[in-house]
């Protein structure tokens, strides 16, 4: 049995990017519907492999509104790679303010994605651009 530990991955390993996650969708493609989403709320979501993807497999994201803002981020702690939570009722946030991994419960701002808090202070989830069309359709952004 390998021992637990709180080191994270080798950063060498570790997408810059949200384009480097496998599987990522091209620009283009729609994340979600605004009307969909509560003001306040952070949503998990996937989307499988597709044709247009780089790999295999599935590319999870979070989308958060607040207000008529909406922000993508990758769902990918930036300390150990995982998702913030397994399931939907386990994601932990303060509404407009921050995401919290349950993992090892690392504080993301909500603004930006910026750890504000944990073992990966200092750095970000992976933003994902957006655009939002006119009939609320999100996409992400060219
Ligand atoms: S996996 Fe450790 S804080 Fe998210």
């Not at 080191?7 to 949200?18: C, D, G």
């Not at 996650?21 to 996937?46: F, N, Q, R, W, Y």
């Not at 790999?55 to 994201?61: A, E, I, W």
């Amino acid at each position: 049995m390998t021992p637990m530990t709180n080191q994270p991955p080798s950063p060498s390993a570790e997408p810059r990017h949200w384009n480097e996650v496998p599987c990522a969708p091209p620009p283009g493609a729609v994340l979600g519907h605004i009307g969909k989403l509560a003001d306040g709320s952070v949503t998990m979501a996937e989307i499988t492999e597709s044709a247009e993807s780089k790999g295999s497999g599935v590319f999870r994201y979070l989308l958060l509104r607040s207000a008529s803002d909406v922000r993508a981020y990758v769902n990918r702690c930036a300390h150990f790679g995982v998702p913030l939570a397994a399931r939907q009722d386990l994601l932990k946030f303060q509404p407009h303010v921050r995401i919290t991994c349950n993992v090892h419960y690392a504080h993301y701002r909500w603004s930006d994605g910026l750890c504000t808090a944990g073992d990966c202070e200092g750095e970000s989830l992976l933003a994902i651009p957006v655009a939002v069309d006119a009939d609320g359709t999100i996409r992400i952004a060219p």
